[in-house]
């Protein structure tokens, strides 16, 4: 097991709803990225947290953010949800916040919107 | 041009077969590469990692070719259990990590 734990596991929203997911890192590590998986793509980095701060973003808009808390566990949030938000949400933990660093995913939150 | 490309298969290949994948990048800056494993619906677990030339691992090889910027995986022997979407990975420097959409395998008896 990779101590990264994720909640909740599986979840239901319709659309224009607002959901929060979660992400408890390993121990040590103080890098959070989270990804969206949607099915047989790759995994597609949304961004990244780094001491409480973030460090990095790829290509999804504003209504997807997320904060980093002192024990460096994360929240990703997702505003006005769309059809096209569902997806198997992915958390990764790593240590140094730069790409270059194994990562450790959590199982993931599978979120399905109808 | 994608920055991460890679065959997606799937691959069918009997017991005791070797296979090989292939995965190419862009940004000819990249230092390090990994290859994870992901079985269906479960999250990616890393394979191998490839820092220079190579990296061998029992029954699996990983190596880099910088010049024409790909990297391969060599399954050796193959097991039941190696069936799984391979996932190229390829850290573009900074902070960005970059997935690659995977490559299946079927391993069959």
């Known amino acids: 097991e990779t101590g990264v734990t994720q909640s909740p596991t599986h979840l239901i929203k319709t659309r224009g709803q607002q959901v929060t997911l979660r992400c408890s890192s390993q121990?040590?590590?103080?890098?959070v990225s989270w990804y969206q998986q949607a099915l047989g793509q790759g995994p597609q980095f949304i961004f990244q947290?780094?001491?409480?701060?973030?460090?990095g973003r790829g290509n999804f808009p504003p209504r997807f953010s997320g904060l980093q808390f002192p024990n460096y566990s994360s929240e990703l949030n997702v505003n006005a949800l769309e059809l096209d938000d569902s997806a198997l949400y992915l958390c990764?933990?790593?240590?140094?916040?730069?790409?270059?660093?194994?990562?450790?995913f959590g199982s993931g939150t599978q979120l399905s919107v109808l | 041009r994608k920055e991460v490309e890679q065959d997606p298969g799937p691959f069918n290949v009997p017991e005791g077969a070797t296979v090989a994948f292939n995965c190419t990048y862009s940004?000819?800056?990249?230092?390090?590469f990994f290859w994870y494993r992901q079985d269906c619906r479960k999250e990616p677990k890393l394979l191998m990692s490839?820092?220079?030339s190579g990296n061998e691992d029992g029954r699996f090889t990983a190596q880099l070719n910088r010049a024409s910027q790909y990297i391969s995986l060599l399954i050796r022997d193959s097991k039941l259990s190696d069936s799984a979407t391979y996932l190229c990975?390829?850290?573009?420097?900074?902070?960005?990590?970059?997935f690659g959409a995977g490559t299946r395998l079927f391993v069959k008896a």
């Open positions: 947290y780094y001491r409480e701060e973030e460090n």
């Open positions: 990764a933990s790593s240590l140094g916040g730069t790409a270059g660093e194994k990562l450790f």
């Open positions: 940004n000819s800056a990249s230092q390090s």
């Open positions: 121990s040590g590590h103080n890098t």
């Open positions: 490839v820092y220079s």
């Open positions: 990975v390829v850290p573009t420097g900074g902070f960005k990590t970059i």
